[in-house]
């Protein structure tokens, strides 16, 4: 049995409603532990519910009420611009260092000089965040005929 099944599985025994709203919101959602098929991801988020209902209707369902709420609100996707010419077409250097216990190179900072490889500018503020437009709004290319 996973640590994440045990901890969920102490939620249960301990009857903490606000607890049991997340077990049951992370499993419902696919972002909580992982099982060997739907059917018992499905069992299992059965029982969260039953068992946080049981414990305190009114609180288990507020918090649920509250999370959904939290997942629902959408955050729009942005992209940095260059603010001299206005391209997407920008870097920043990062530093990596190899971790030998995970045998795996690890970010360990990004600098905070930006180049644009449209226009070579370089500075610490030439990224300006725009809203990327919803591509699903537009309608389809039309194939060349």
């Not at 990004?110 to 030439?126: F, K, M, N, R, V």
Request: hydrophobic fraction near 40%; glycine fraction near 2%.
């Amino acid at each position: 049995m996973r640590i994440s099944h045990l901890q969920a599985l102490a939620d249960i025994v301990l009857g903490d409603p606000e607890a049991l709203a997340l077990a049951y919101h992370e499993t419902i959602n696919a972002a909580g532990p992982i099982f060997d098929c739907d059917a018992a991801r499905d069992r299992f988020a059965v029982a969260l519910k039953a068992v946080g209902m049981a414990t305190d209707a009114a609180r288990f369902q507020a918090a649920y009420s509250k999370l959904q709420q939290a997942a629902d609100r959408k955050i729009k996707p942005v992209e940095p611009t260059c603010r001299d010419c206005g391209s997407i077409n920008l870097t920043r250097d990062a530093f990596a260092a190899w971790d030998s216990d995970t045998q795996q190179w690890v970010l360990s900072a990004i600098y905070q000089s930006t180049t644009c490889h449209a226009c070579e500018a370089e500075s610490d503020d030439l990224s300006r965040w725009k809203p990327i437009k919803d591509r699903s709004a537009e309608p389809p290319l039309q194939a060349w005929q």
